[in-house]
């Protein structure tokens, strides 16, 4: 069976490395890749959202399957353009709907779902231009900090979180009236703060069914101790230590279960990866947000631990029989860490020779490559976030320290990378 993985990260990268894994795995073919993936199939230089050429290029290949990666085609609607045309509509298309990708696309639209199902999530009230004065208002009543978020994506960039009334109210006009993020900020969601420790909790469902895959936790801070700017993400591991068994039933009963109920009763296709955003405000989960796909790098520790064939379990998904999986766990602890280009997540540099991806590799240890090309011959860096290294061990310390030696033996001018991932709950 051939199979189109659309995207161009680690994320992307850990999905060819399981596939590959499974004896019904033909042709692997991703687009546009990295170059990771190209150790692994065929990467095409196409675009994520360019749902023509996708096409083509599945008709070409005889593509059978198409996993996305990440959120933009997604939103878009990929899943409904593949489904309406003729050539490929017999595709499987791991994704939801567009109206379903709403979940993740628009901030109001996701709030007013939860709203609708009884979802726990934090108080909020949207805003556009026509009601800015009562937003502003608004913003001047409430308990800080507070939290802005444009509706609309924004590259992981469109939430602030505001100490003080003088720049809540600056980043309201900022995102309101002068456009700083486009289309994505001509509505804006203001919200409460929540307090506590985050979790990504993950969901694979076929519309009615679902199966939870392993949760895991990511740090966002560029800087150790979760100081400075916030990233992509710079590591994450997996298990998370107080996601215990009467965490995760109350996680499902509140939120995962009503969740997928709410999805067939307001008629949603949906055929792929659900992501909670979740935080454990002393011992009750609330949502912080939803992303329609895996999140990254959570899926470098997630897709490790999964122990069923994947491409078996996306089938199952595509053929709407997931009650029929049973979902196997490693449980030895996974945990990744991000090597990142100097200056990111500001501006950086792009080209720079990587050395030491030849190095003989250890044991549950893998390297994801993210933003990397190959460039005559000399895999060089593409992008802020670079690669990710991750390692199964019996322990938080074990898999982390394990990771931060096998980045030592990678090198290319301006790396940084953090060596305090799970920090909090290492001893």
Request: glycine share 10%; hydrophobic share 40%.
């Amino acid at each position: 069976m051939n199979i189109l993985i659309i995207g161009s990260g680690g994320r992307e990268h850990a999905f060819a490395w399981k596939l590959k894994q499974s004896p019904r795995c033909g042709h692997l073919f991703i687009a546009p890749g990295n170059a990771g993936t190209a150790l692994l199939g065929t990467n095409l230089p196409i675009g994520v959202s360019d749902f023509e050429n996708l096409a083509q290029a599945c008709v070409e290949h005889q593509i059978a399957l198409v996993l996305v990666g990440p959120e933009e085609p997604l939103v878009k609607g990929i899943y409904d353009y593949f489904k309406k045309t003729d050539a490929v509509k017999h595709i499987h298309v791991i994704g939801p709907s567009q109206t379903a990708a709403q979940l993740e696309g628009s901030k109001a639209f996701a709030k007013g779902f939860m709203k609708r199902h009884q979802i726990p999530t934090a108080s909020y009230k949207k805003f556009t231009v026509d009601n800015y004065i009562e937003g502003a208002e608004y913003i001047k009543a409430h308990p800080l900090p507070i939290v802005l978020k444009v509706d609309g994506l924004a590259a992981g960039k469109g939430v602030v979180i505001c100490e003080n009334v003088i720049e809540a109210l600056a980043e309201f006009e900022l995102m309101l009236l002068r456009s700083k993020f486009g289309e994505a900020g001509k509505k804006v969601v203001v919200e409460e703060f929540l307090t506590g420790i985050e979790i990504s909790v993950f969901a694979l469902t076929d519309g009615k069914n679902y199966v939870l895959l392993p949760e895991a936790k990511d740090y966002k801070r560029i800087g150790e101790k979760d100081i400075g700017l916030n990233t992509g993400g710079m590591g994450a591991i997996s298990p998370v230590p107080f996601a215990d068994e009467a965490f995760m039933q109350k996680i499902k009963a509140e939120i995962i279960e009503p969740t997928i109920r709410g999805l067939q009763a307001e008629k949603m296709e949906y055929k792929g990866f659900v992501f909670f955003g979740l935080i454990n405000d002393n011992g009750n989960a609330k949502v912080i947000e939803y992303n329609c796909r895996m999140g990254d790098p959570e899926t470098e520790v997630v897709i490790p631990r999964l122990k069923n064939d994947f491409l078996e379990l996306l089938l199952a998904t595509a053929e709407q029989r997931l009650d029929q999986v049973q979902i196997e766990i490693d449980p030895r602890v996974a945990a990744t860490v991000m090597a990142v280009s100097g200056g990111y997540p500001g501006e950086f540099m792009k080209g720079i020779p990587i050395k030491g991806l030849d190095e003989k590799a250890i044991e549950d240890s893998f390297v994801f490559h993210s933003g990397t090309m190959v460039e005559e011959d000399r895999v060089v860096t593409n992008g802020g976030r670079v690669l990710t290294i991750t390692s199964l061990g019996d322990t938080i310390n074990e898999a982390v320290e394990q990771s931060n030696y096998m980045m030592e033996q990678i090198f290319f001018a301006g790396m940084y990378s953090r060596g305090d991932i799970g920090y909090e709950f290492r001893k």
